[in-house]
């Protein structure tokens, strides 16, 4: 046994990772354990130091967190100034982690952060990553190899800097129109997300997880999108889940395809059922849904981590917003943390109340046995991952890798391929040189396609981006999750009309949801959709410099009152859609 070892036998390589396991489940305090169970919200310096704390989010400091609370996973939050500055902050975080009792080395995880949205609930901005579309422009494109390749990309660029777990991939199906969550799905057809969820999970894994894989948190089971009028349970009017059509196997169908690819992790979702054979709490809480479904009928051994924030009621930007104890609202916290564990979860998302757990344990309520059962979960990937092994990244390599010119054109390529023509009366592809009014589109970029000018009546051509409507809600967070209302307001309207009035225009829609787009297209000489796309892309698929090659990963509904009157849980439920699933056009 080496030096590294002696002490720990649990550093031995050559020994099967259950045993490994065993070895370091035996050495650990009931503190040491409970510490495993939370998976929260961390925050790194400036420059790439440990944060003292964050008060927006109430965040305590990192040693707190490692040292005191032997907390060993978090979802690193926020746009970082460079790749190199995450890996110094994730070896400075290990080498914190290091100089604990045990060494536990820490598994760092984020929100999808390869694209062009920006929301702390839900999705970060590239930064220093390559840029990708959206998952629902990845759908666009119809082309699992593409989807496993970005996987394969996103896995050298996360593990460049020592993220090693994604939450994400979200294999929900978009089946109500007015849901907020629909951007990072794959639509509405259960087939195609579940070939391309799997795609996904196979690029960020690999075939087996391993030392070079990052394993993949696939949410929300099972499965979001069934939304009482379309909202979103990460509030209290959002908390419902409805089946009217009778679909809820339905909503299973990408699971099983995604856990054939060997996704490691699951997340369930925040909201609850209503109506249907399962108890009506918040699936986080739900034994039946839980151990019923997804342990025993999926025979799924990996780990359950719960969405971010279901026991404790917390401030986000200043506003008060209850824990999304849907369904439990009434139990205390103790009694929160219980039913979760008793549902099957091995982690509490978004949490770090260690204190109530280990109550818990000291007064009988929770046995340590059970606390074993996620202890070894949780500890065989770290083990799995190889973070015993090699916790620290290499930092000029990170900057080398992340965002390099290979990896950037082949995000580049897929926001191209992404791009769907809804509509085209022949001003597609417009001819290089014309004379260019533009909307949302910075004049040096279209400076490359023609001369642009000041007023549509110079122009020979007008593009306007715009972005599909929603309702302004009452705090800041709610209005990251775009909602409500699919109906353009009048004044955006009148002003695609007067623009199309004085010039043919091209309407570009940045569609995370399913607009009302019947009266953009009869204002529009064009309509196209993008779910994450640059200028440039845009602009090279506008004038023929790239091929069109996106199609609809949903239907586009003719009203307001054809949604409303559709079924939460059935896709392709609207009346007469304006558009369908598969639709594009080409140039």
Request: charged share 20%; aromatic share 10%; with cysteine.
């Amino acid at each position: 046994m080496s030096d590294v070892t002696t002490g720990r036998p649990w550093l031995d390589a050559g020994l099967p990772v259950a045993e490994r396991v065993e070895l370091l489940l035996a050495e650990m305090t009931v503190e040491e354990k409970v510490g495993l169970f939370f998976h929260t919200m961390i925050t790194m310096g400036p420059d790439g130091e440990l944060s003292d704390g964050d008060p927006a989010f109430g965040l305590p400091s990192t040693d707190e967190y490692v040292s005191v609370r032997h907390m060993s996973h978090f979802n690193l939050l926020g746009v970082a100034p460079s790749a190199g500055a995450i890996a110094r902050w994730h070896n400075a975080l290990q080498e914190l982690a290091a100089r604990t009792r045990l060494g536990i080395p820490v598994t760092i995880s984020t929100d999808p952060r390869h694209s062009f949205s920006e929301n702390p609930g839900a999705a970060m901005m590239a930064g220093p990553f390559s840029q990708w579309p959206e998952p629902l422009g990845l759908a666009a494109t119809r082309d699992a190899e593409l989807v496993r390749a970005f996987g394969d990309i996103a896995r050298r660029e996360y593990t460049a800097v020592g993220i090693r777990v994604a939450l994400h991939p979200q294999v929900d199906l978009a089946t109500e129109p007015r849901w907020a969550r629909a951007l990072q799905t794959f639509g509405e057809d259960a087939d195609l997300t579940g070939e391309l969820g799997a795609a996904y999970v196979r690029g960020f894994q690999g075939e087996t997880l391993g030392a070079g894989s990052v394993a993949t948190m696939v949410k929300h089971f099972p499965g979001g999108g069934p939304q009482k009028d379309g909202e979103d349970p990460h509030f209290p009017y959002g908390r419902e889940q409805v089946y009217p059509g009778d679909a809820f196997e339905l909503h299973l169908k990408p699971f099983a395809a995604v856990f054939e690819a060997g996704a490691s992790q699951v997340m369930p979702y925040y909201g609850m059922p209503v109506g249907t054979a399962y108890e009506e709490v918040g699936f986080g809480f739900n034994k039946s849904v839980l151990t019923g479904l997804l342990r025993e009928r999926f025979g799924f051994d990996g780990i359950v981590c719960t969405d971010w924030g279901l026991v404790s009621d917390a401030e986000i930007f200043g506003q008060p917003f209850p824990a999304r104890a849907w369904g439990v609202e009434g139990l205390s916290r103790p009694e929160r943390v219980k039913k979760i564990l008793d549902a099957g979860v091995d982690q509490l998302g978004g949490e770090s109340c260690t204190d109530v757990l280990l109550e818990l344990v000291r007064s009988g309520e929770v046995a340590e046995e059970r606390l074993d059962v996620s202890v070894r979960r949780l500890l065989r990937e770290k083990f799995v991952l190889g973070l015993f092994e090699n916790p620290y990244v290499d930092v000029e390599a990170a900057d080398a890798i992340v965002g390099n010119a290979e990896f950037r054109a082949a995000g580049f390529a897929a926001q191209q391929a992404s791009v769907a023509v809804l509509s085209n009366e022949g001003v597609l592809p417009f001819a290089r040189g014309v004379k260019l009014y533009v909307e949302g589109i910075p004049a040096e970029s279209a400076a490359a396609y023609g001369e642009v000018v000041a007023t549509p009546a110079e122009a020979d051509l007008a593009i306007l981006r715009v972005q599909a409507p929603y309702e302004e809600r009452g705090t800041m967070f709610e209005n990251f999750f775009h909602a409500g209302s699919l109906d353009f307001a009048p004044e955006t309207l009148a002003h695609i009309a007067e623009v199309s009035a004085s010039v043919p225009t091209v309407v570009d829609v940045f569609l995370d949801r399913p607009a009302i787009l019947a009266p953009v297209v009869d204002a529009a000489a064009a309509v196209t959709a993008n779910w994450g796309a640059s200028a440039a892309a845009l602009l090279d698929v506008l004038s023929g410099e790239a091929p069109a090659r996106g199609r609809l990963p949903f239907d586009v509904p003719r009203s307001m009152a054809s949604v409303s009157a559709s079924r939460p849980d059935v896709p392709f439920d609207t009346e007469d859609p304006l558009f369908r699933f598969g639709h594009g056009l080409e140039l």
